[in-house]
């Protein structure tokens, strides 16, 4: 999967994964606009998921 996402599809999948995982802050899902990958990271490692993991539910979103 591409991990480069326009701010729509981040809007769209930010909700997404707020619904699948509530302890995730604004903060924590604010657009880093270039910096998908580190975002991704950080997101995995707050939801105790790989980034492996996290992709394959990213891509079940979509």
Same mark, same amino acid.
């Given at each position: @999967?591409? !991990?480069?996402?326009?701010? #729509? *599809? ?7 994964? /707020? !619904?699948?995982?509530? !302890? ?5 899902? *604010? ?7 580190? =975002?991704?990271?950080? =997101?995995?490692?707050? #939801?105790? /998921?790989?980034? /492996?993991?996290? @992709?394959? =539910? =990213?891509? !079940?979103?979509?």
């Amino acid at each position: @999967m591409n !991990q480069k996402f326009t701010i #729509v *599809e981040w809007n769209h999948l930010k909700f997404a994964l /707020k !619904q699948n995982f509530p !302890q995730l802050t604004k903060a924590d899902l *604010e657009w880093r606009d270039g910096n998908t990958k580190d =975002i991704l990271w950080l =997101i995995s490692l707050k #939801v105790g /998921k790989s980034r /492996k993991e996290l @992709m394959a =539910i =990213i891509e !079940q979103e979509n």
